[in-house]
């Protein structure tokens, strides 16, 4: 079923520095959602993509679409402390919301 | 409540006893989700209710996993005879619909169980 896959599996950066998530899955798709979930804590939701966009921007997020390629990516700009998280992208199966074993990112002070 | 709400929040039992997990979603939410991640992986699928029906059930690690859903509110998973791998973070969500249109997912902060 219908699996987003992200690269890397971790991610050290220092604050300021930008932080690259990517995204990959299998088959067509009319959205995909990246989710963060700070440890041990329920997810969250930070923004849907439709197949019919290609960037989408929100506050320091950018995300990208690329549906000839099955991939997506996440950009985090001038990345905090606070952004230290696990990321996770969904692309939506027929019923359900798959996850992969998302990005862990680390951001130093 | 305005969120997903799960409780308990931290369940610690001993090996062969049965739990119960709780999951109250945002009410109008007609479908629902369970997931389980264990430490330090990714979220692993067990089931979803669309009302009170589950029409998707595959995740269900093996007959000792059960789950209901009443008056298209209140879910509670059953883990009958735990254990040690059944040790991990259950995580409950909610939305509007489900469907490949869906939209977001709400969570909730999810229940920990430690079988002994």
């Known amino acids: 079923s219908q699996q987003g896959e992200e690269d890397p599996q971790a991610l050290s950066i220092q604050e300021g520095e930008n932080a690259t998530m990517n995204c990959s899955y299998k088959?067509?798709?009319?959205?995909l959602q990246w989710y963060r979930q700070n440890s041990g804590r329920g997810l969250v939701h930070l923004i849907l993509?439709?197949?019919?966009?290609r960037e989408k921007h929100s506050g320091r997020l950018r995300v990208t679409l690329d549906t000839s390629k099955k991939s997506s990516s996440l950009l985090i700009t001038a990345s905090r402390a606070a952004d230290t998280a696990s990321y996770f992208c969904?692309?939506?199966?027929?019923?359900?919301?798959?996850f992969g074993t998302g990005t862990r990112l680390q951001v130093f002070p | 409540g305005a969120g997903v709400s799960q409780s308990p929040s931290n369940k610690v039992t001993e090996k062969g006893k049965d739990v119960e997990l709780r999951c109250d979603p945002i009410s109008g939410h007609t479908a629902l989700y369970w997931y389980r991640q264990r430490l330090g992986q990714g979220l692993e699928f067990l089931i979803y209710f669309q009302g009170n029906s589950a029409p998707d059930k595959s995740g269900l690690p093996s007959d000792r996993f059960s789950a209901e859903r009443t008056g298209e509110s209140v879910s509670t998973l059953t883990i009958q005879r735990t254990q040690q791998e059944d040790s991990a973070v259950y995580l409950c969500?909610?939305?509007?619909?489900?469907?490949?249109?869906?939209?977001?997912?709400?969570f909730g902060e999810g229940s920990r169980l430690t079988v002994l």
């Open positions: 993509i439709r197949s019919n966009e």
């Open positions: 088959t067509s798709i009319n959205n």
């Open positions: 969904a692309p939506p199966g027929p019923d359900k919301l798959i």
């Open positions: 969500a909610s939305s509007l619909v489900a469907g490949s249109v869906s939209g977001e997912l709400f």
